[in-house]
């Protein structure tokens, strides 16, 4: 039997969120994003095509590396307005049955404390299809408005999340023993309180003392989604991630990201396989080859150059406006994602170096990862191609225009999948945990958090 490959809806609540320029075609509707029905619809839409889930991005500033000022960003719509992405999430989830849900959240201005409940809530109101996307923050704008000069450094960011989620995981997980809510309406007891625990948790950056305010949901800890490729970033995903997103413009820059995850899980402990890997990929299809590629030149023509430029400044933390066009991006030092400048310093599969240019036009479209144009077989067949040759599990599917982009896919690329058998045709019954690895609802022993379960003496 194939290789099953994976989907994920990559969105954002906003305009613009990778495809800069996108959001004037006539039938895009990202400027729906503030209504209800578009996230509903969408979450239909993707259940409909056997996707995982749907993965919303956040950020809390905005892109202003470019040029030094943030005007760009607004004058495109480049992630900004930007809305929360946890509130739409019940909607979606009321509306269907199997489709998880990725939100991301970051560790750098929000205490776990509460952050542990708002979880918890959902992970209960989506009946255990929620994941959290771990990030440490990249835009020195949002550490600005949250009252700091800049953000960390890169590496000690994710010393910071190594903590904040040690006392996530002693909330989540060794708070409230599996049977500690008991709804004794004879005795009038809901919960017993001596298998309620206060964690006790002193720490370099955080004190939290007493217990979870939220009783176990489905799946206690939500599904860990990671997202950094830096060895800072793959040590943290080796011991917390169970769904990776990358990027890569490459299939042999990606090749070599999926060993280097691969084998550092396996350096965790755990298997090779123990998290799934989704690479960022953008599908432009129809019934034709000659369809898909007029789509794809209509598409171009409403692409801004500068918004991508914009974008790309932001998650390189280099300000590519001070470049010209014809230049070779070199050795810069990064202090965002630096996986993104490493990516664009490798070379090209044809040998070339990657100029400012090169990468406002690969960006126009996608954002940080390629774009493919074809018909459904030729789709099926590269993406076929980029599993066997690379060991990704599947692909974290960004949009040119939303949600035409994903009825594109459901309609003419799922099929032709399922019928090579490299499709799921039905989704698992259960939690995402369970759907994504068949190993249950909760942590596997394995992993991190488990250490923190009620009784286990944490490592």
């Known amino acids: 039997m194939p290789r099953q490959i994976r989907f994920n809806a990559f969105d954002m609540n906003c305009v613009a969120h990778q495809s800069s320029g996108l959001w004037r075609h006539p039938e ?12 509903t619809e969408l979450a239909k839409l993707l259940e409909k095509g056997r996707f995982d889930g749907i993965f919303l991005a956040d950020v809390l500033g905005t892109y202003d ?7 760009a960003a607004i004058r495109n719509g480049a992630q900004i307005p930007v809305a929360d992405p946890l509130l739409v999430i019940p909607a979606m989830a009321y509306v269907t049955e199997h489709l998880g849900f990725g939100v991301t959240a970051g560790t750098a201005y929000e205490h776990p404390y509460p952050f542990a409940r708002r979880m918890s809530t959902l992970d209960h109101l989506t009946k255990g299809r929620v994941g959290w996307n771990v990030v440490t923050g990249y835009l020195p704008s949002a550490a600005r408005n949250m009252g700091n000069d800049d953000q960390l450094e890169h590496d000690d960011r994710y010393d910071h999340a190594d903590e904040y989620l040690e006392v996530l995981y002693k909330l989540w997980e060794g708070s409230w023993e599996d049977d500690a809510v008991v709804r004794d309406r004879e005795t009038g007891v809901f919960t017993d309180p001596s298998k309620v625990h206060h964690i006790g948790h002193e720490g370099k950056h955080f004190k939290v003392p007493g217990i979870h305010l939220a009783e176990p949901s489905p799946q206690r800890s939500p599904v860990i989604y990671q997202a950094g490729a830096s060895s800072r970033g793959i040590a943290f995903a080796a011991g917390n991630a169970e769904a990776i997103f990358v990027a890569a413009s490459t299939k042999s820059v990606l090749k070599e990201t999926v060993t280097k995850l691969r084998d550092a899980l396996e350096g965790a402990g755990r ?6 890997i989704y690479t960022l990929l953008t599908i432009i299809t129809d019934e034709t080859s000659e369809k898909a590629q007029a789509k794809y030149l209509d598409y171009l023509s409403y692409a801004s150059e500068e918004g991508a430029l914009v974008f790309m400044s932001g998650w390189m933390g280099v300000d590519l406006s001070a470049y010209g066009l014809d230049e070779p991006i070199g050795n810069v030092k990064s202090n965002a994602i630096q996986s993104t400048v490493a990516n664009f310093q490798a070379a090209n599969d044809d040998g070339s170096e990657w100029t400012v240019g090169d990468i406002a036009r690969a960006g126009a479209i996608g954002g940080l990862g390629p774009f493919i144009v074809g018909s459904a077989s030729e789709i099926a067949d590269q993406l076929e191609e980029w599993v066997e040759e690379t060991d990704v599990d599947g692909f974290n599917l960004a949009y040119a225009i939303t949600p035409g982009t994903f009825e594109d896919v459901v309609n003419f690329v799922v099929p032709e999948l399922q019928k090579r058998g490299s499709y799921p045709t039905e ?16 942590l596997p022993d394995e992993h991190r958090g488990a250490n923190y379960r009620v009784g286990v003496a944490a490592v």
């Open 427 to 442: 989704y698992e019954e259960g939690t995402l945990r369970q759907k994504l690895h068949g190993r249950g609802d909760r």
């Open 65 to 71: 590396v470019y040029g030094g000022t943030n005007e």
């Open 28 to 39: 895009d509707r990202s400027a729906s994003y503030t209504d209800l029905a578009y996230w």
């Open 271 to 276: 298997d090779r396989y123990s998290a799934k």
